[in-house]
T-cell receptor, first 113, second 112 residues
Framework: DTAVSQTPKYLVTQMGNDKSIKCEQN?????MYWYKQDSKKFLKIMFS???????INETVPNRFSPKSPDKAHLNLHINSLELGDSAVYFC????????????FGDGTRLSIL | QKEVEQNSGPLSVPEGAIASLNCTYS??????FFWYRQYSGKSPELIMF????GDKEDGRFTAQLNKASQYVSLLIRDSQPSDSATYLC????????????FGRGTSLIVHP
């Protein structure tokens, strides 16, 4: 059973489009995260939710909007996609938000044409 | 700005040797330290975590933490070609901001 699952695995789309990435975890964790990993492999946190409440919102363009319908799901919607949004987006979860190890999904590779 | 620094490498070691990966961090309030392994094209997976000064061993892996000097290291004994990957150091503070900060990773190559 996949612990943290993201869909889709690959996303190829045109500049200016709107797209969503979905994430679900079946670990019973309270905290979920979105990370962006650029071409230089730098993993940068974007958002974190704890029990459906937004607790981390890093300096991310407001074209990115996370949504957590329940603590097992954290989706990411991106409006007006730009070339610089091309990256691998990882979802992760942890038991709590305080000093807990994280479990990562397989990633979504987003390519903007 | 909290920073986590790692030598990008690549660090090349022969099979059977000890690989030593180092990480320094800027935030003295950091409380928890994690090592993740990431194979090319895959997601990060947790190898070790350590909270207290000293050594923590798990199989061939040993994490070492020195809060006074603000560094954490990962030793891999009896390195295998399958250990070839990028190793990411992550640091998290407590008390207000729980933002996990990752280093840029060290590429390890274990050659037969």
């Amino acid at each position: 059973d996949t612990a943290v699952s993201q869909t889709p695995k690959y996303l190829v789309t045109q500049m200016g489009n709107d797209k969503s990435i979905k994430c679900e975890q079946n670990l019973g964790h309270d905290t979920m995260y979105w990370y962006k990993q650029d071409s230089k492999k730098f993993l940068k946190i974007m958002f974190s939710y704890n029990n459906k409440e937004l607790i981390i919102n890093e300096t991310v363009p407001n074209r990115f909007s996370p949504k957590s319908p329940d603590k097992a799901h954290l989706n990411l919607h991106i409006n007006s996609l730009e070339l610089g949004d091309s990256a691998v987006y990882f979802c992760a979860s942890s038991r709590g938000h305080n000093n807990q190890p994280q479990h990562f999904g397989d990633g979504t590779r987003l390519s903007i044409l | 700005q909290k920073e986590v620094e790692q030598n990008s490498g690549p660090l090349s070691v022969p099979e059977g040797a000890i690989a030593s990966l180092n990480c320094t961090y800027s935030d003295r309030g950091s409380q928890s330290f994690f090592w993740y392994r990431q194979y090319s094209g895959k997601s990060p997976e947790l190898i070790m975590f350590i909270y207290s000064n000293g050594d923590k061993e798990d199989g061939r892996f040993t994490a070492q933490l020195n809060k006074a000097s603000q560094y954490v290291s990962l030793l891999i004994r009896d390195s295998q070609p399958s250990d070839s990957a990028t190793y990411l150091c992550a640091v998290q503070s407590s008390g207000g901001s729980y933002i996990p900060t990752f280093g840029r990773g060290t590429s390890l190559i274990v050659h037969p």
